[in-house]
């Protein structure tokens, strides 16, 4: 596992030393958190900051929605108001042609209908108001509560990035390969260095493509290993490559009609290794190791 940084930043803390055991989550390296730590506080400040928006414009519905009560009650009386302001003009205005109600009379009459009129309309104007307010504040209240889910994924990524200024080991195994140094400046994706596995250990054997047709996954495998002179190993077989190791080379053979030399090309075969202490201790990366697959088992009890 090569390790290396998901953010960028001066390196302020080296945790592990040259061929040193970690486990998984144990911390590799540092990085300088001030920025991060700037950052988080500047997206939690607007966290906050729209929180309060939506509170103060809650609270503005709620008082806009007191007011649209209130305009209602009122509309409602003036609309009695209105009713027995327009009968009692209808009733007399009549009688001012006989002369047995006075002009003045049938004109206060009219003045307190008018009046009513104007009232009730007002009053309806006010609700008018106050909904088109309500739908205003509702709709800010809307876009108040999307700057906060954007607020609080900004906060969320600046908390993530902060976290990621520590660099982990995702697996337990063996440090080697070790470049970073304190005081150096590294971008993400730098190589720091690297955690060699030391549970599941596995070896690639590159066969002869005459020698893969009676293999199967399964199959128990004889190892040697020149570190280990006076002592065989096993495993089985894992899983074979899709395609010949030339096939994934930088530069593939470009076997066309006429220019072609037939050489035998060689299988990445994958083999899980049968490990103790001792084995995972000896075994390292790059050793040279002899194989032998037996394939006289067709592998199916493996499986």
Do not use: C
Request: aromatic share 4%.
């Amino acid at each position: 596992m090569t390790a290396a940084p998901k953010v960028s930043g001066y390196v302020t803390d080296v945790y592990v030393r040259d061929n040193q055991s970690v486990k998984a989550g144990d911390p590799l390296v540092k990085l300088d958190v001030r920025q991060y730590q700037v950052s988080l506080q500047n997206s939690q400040a607007s966290v906050d900051a729209r929180r309060a928006d939506i509170a103060r414009t809650q609270a503005d519905i709620a008082q806009q929605r007191a007011n649209l009560e209130q305009a209602q009650a009122q509309a409602q009386v003036s609309s009695i108001n209105l009713k027995h302001a327009s009968e009692e003009y209808a009733r007399y205005a009549p009688l001012a042609a006989t002369g047995a109600e006075t002009h003045e009379r049938i004109a206060d009459l009219k003045n307190t209908r008018d009046q009513a009129q104007a009232t009730l309309a007002a009053n309806n104007a006010s609700i008018a108001a106050a909904r088109a307010q309500i739908n205003s504040s509702t709709a800010q209240l809307q876009q108040a509560q999307a700057q906060l889910e954007a607020a609080q994924a900004s906060a969320a990524q600046s908390q993530l990035d902060l976290d990621n200024t520590v660099v982990r080991s995702t697996l337990d195994g063996r440090v080697g390969d070790r470049t970073v140094r304190v005081g150096q400046y590294v971008q993400p994706g730098t190589r720091l260095l690297t955690v060699v596995p030391v549970q599941d250990i596995y070896l690639v054997a590159n066969f002869k493509e005459t020698q893969v047709g009676r293999m199967r996954v399964g199959q128990p495998v004889t190892l040697h290993v020149d570190a280990l002179p006076d002592r065989a190993l096993h495993g089985t077989v894992d899983s074979f490559s899709p395609g010949t190791g030339s096939q994934f080379a930088l530069l593939p053979p470009d076997n066309a009609t006429g220019n072609f030399t037939k050489i035998v090309q060689r299988v990445p075969v994958r083999i899980h290794v049968d490990t103790d202490d001792e084995t995972r201790r000896v075994l390292l990366p790059g050793l040279s190791v002899d194989v032998d697959v037996d394939t006289r088992d067709d592998g199916q009890h493996h499986g």
